[in-house]
């Protein structure tokens, strides 16, 4: 049961433009949600994340936004650049973040100069 | 979809003791795992990537005698840390890339050493 799920695999995007990556959840349990990107041979790394205690959090231009009732994030790249191209990954984690976090499948966003 | 069953969820074991992680890749076959280390609210380390057949690659920093990681076959990667050491106590994660149909992480194993 995929309770993290990234539904578009792939993403194309002009540079200038914005990026919106999406992101459905099923567990409920799940409070503390966090965006990775990966660049092909490394892990992912941390961008940035959220608390359900929020609907917002923005960091440049990168942000973040939740609703809650449906279940759904999402993140926003404004303005989009080639070095944003990368897979990015949805996760959730429950307690505030110290539980284990469950990854969502990626989205591969390719900015086109 | 692509699963990968990681076992054991959350162990406690005794300083200087071993413990092996295993994942399996379920309905299809995973030439390639990744092994990462997960701290909280941070980013994945990527501590070794497994090949079916041969020997892993380990990523700087790693200690290869301590992370023994075998991929014997298509749908089985285990990871053992051996002689574990409370600085060793993480979450530890598996994930295989499915190429154009993304990655599936396992399930995370959390690991306590005391």
């Known amino acids: 049961d995929q309770q993290v799920k990234q539904n578009s695999p792939s993403l194309s995007v002009q540079e200038g433009r914005i990026s919106i990556l999406n992101c459905d959840y099923t567990n409920s349990m799940f409070d503390y949600f966090l965006w990775y990107k990966k660049y092909p041979a490394e892990g992912p790394t941390f961008l940035i994340s959220i608390s359900s205690i929020k609907d917002k959090n923005e960091d440049g231009r990168f942000t973040v936004f939740l609703n809650k009732s449906a279940k759904h994030l999402s993140l926003h790249i404004v303005p989009s650049q080639p070095g944003d191209s990368a897979v990015y990954f949805c996760?959730?984690?429950?307690?505030?973040?110290?539980?284990?976090?469950?990854f969502g499948t990626g989205t591969k966003l390719q900015v086109i100069p | 979809g692509a699963v990968v069953s990681q076992h054991p969820s959350w162990v406690i074991c005794k300083s200087g003791t071993s413990v092996k992680i295993e994942c399996r890749s379920l309905d299809f076959q995973a030439t390639t795992m990744f092994w990462y280390r997960q701290f909280p609210k941070q980013s994945l380390m990527l501590m070794a990537t497994?090949?079916?057949?041969?020997?892993?690659?380990?990523e700087q920093g790693v200690e290869k005698d301590k992370f023994l990681i075998n991929h014997a076959s298509l749908t089985l990667s285990t990871l053992t840390v051996t002689s574990a050491h409370p600085e060793d106590s993480s979450f530890y994660i598996c994930?295989?890339?499915?190429?154009?149909?993304?990655?599936?992480f396992g399930s995370g194993t959390r690991l306590t050493v005391v």
């Open positions: 996760a959730a984690s429950a307690l505030g973040g110290y539980q284990k976090v469950t």
């Open positions: 994930s295989t890339d499915l190429s154009n149909y993304g990655y599936t």
């Open positions: 497994s090949n079916e057949g041969s020997k892993a690659t380990y």
